[in-house]
């Protein structure tokens, strides 16, 4: 039996460059998916798969994510006031109990590999999940409660799989995959962003992991792949043969939310599948599509 996956932990420390100038004073992971901020999403799939410890690894410029996960008396203070007290209780709702938010700081953007060994202290020795924000997974049963189901089974490290057209294969760490149970896939080898002609497969790994502690150790090292910066998916290959290792192809879809047509993707998406929100947004959007 695998031990209970408790903590989790939010890299958030990148500078969001590619939606500047929007994110030149906001968290990119604050932008907004119709009414709630995409940390706010991670935040609660994590919960929702019964994660108990929420680990923020923040850079500078990030005291709004701070902010957001506490109390803010005065604005509660006016809502109380007000007839329709469903907007207080989801705002309070969305706030961890007192302790179980914890930050430390990347004061170097020297990658995910990077952000994930600056938790080091704060996890542990235990297995532990990361979410990356700008993977917005979405529909059915939250995409890491069904990892953390499946990984209770097999043991060892997890990553969450989608299939991606050849030719986006230099985007993601792609895994040379072995046999195939269900939704489970075994991973024997892995490689950060091949080269569509080098790549072992077309099974990428998106923004959800299930480590063991041990991958701190490889990442101790800071050896320095892709982009010059140290990637997760390196030291997660070294891993392999240590203990399982497996991809999981989730239910529910995924919006690339670091990328401006997938973030669009994902408001117009979600806003669409709102009672309230689906019918006059499909009125605003016919004439824009006759066009």
């Known amino acids: 039996m695998a031990d209970r996956i408790r903590k989790a932990v939010f890299p ?65 203070s006016i809502l109380q006031d007000r007839p329709d007290s469903s907007i207080l209780d989801d705002l309070l709702a969305s706030i961890p109990v007192a302790g179980q938010v914890c930050y430390t700081r990347q004061q170097s953007p020297l990658g995910l590999g990077h952000a994930v060994w600056c938790a080091r202290h704060l996890v542990g020795d235990e297995p532990f999940a990361v979410l990356l924000a700008d993977d917005l997974i979405y529909g059915g049963t939250a995409c890491l409660k069904q990892m953390v189901d499946a990984q209770a089974k097999t043991g060892g490290s997890m990553v969450a799989l989608m299939d991606v057209p050849r030719e986006h294969t230099s985007r993601y760490g792609v895994i040379d995959p072995g046999v195939s149970i269900g939704d489970l896939v075994e991973i024997k080898g892995l490689v950060e962003k091949p080269a569509p002609e080098d ?93």
Do not use: W
């Open 199 to 291: 790549a072992p497969s077309c099974h990428a790994v998106v923004g959800r992991y299930i480590l063991q502690p041990d991958v701190f150790g490889y990442l101790e090292s800071h050896e320095t792949g892709a982009g010059g910066e140290i990637q997760l998916t390196d030291a997660l290959a070294k891993m392999i043969g240590d203990a399982p290792m497996h991809g999981f192809r989730f239910e529910g879809t995924r919006y690339d939310c670091g990328d401006k047509v997938g973030y669009l993707h994902a408001n117009i998406a979600l806003a669409l599948d709102r009672d309230d929100l689906s019918g006059p947004l499909r009125d605003v959007l016919k004439p824009l599509l006759a066009d």
């Open 12 to 76: 958030v420390g990148g500078m969001g460059t590619r939606f500047l100038p929007a994110t030149k004073a906001m968290p990119k992971e604050m932008l907004p998916v119709v009414d709630k901020p995409l940390i706010q999403y991670a935040v609660e799939e994590a919960a929702a798969a019964g994660i108990e410890e929420f680990i923020f690894v923040t850079g500078r410029g990030k005291t709004t994510i701070e902010d957001h996960f506490d109390r803010s008396i005065e604005l509660e």
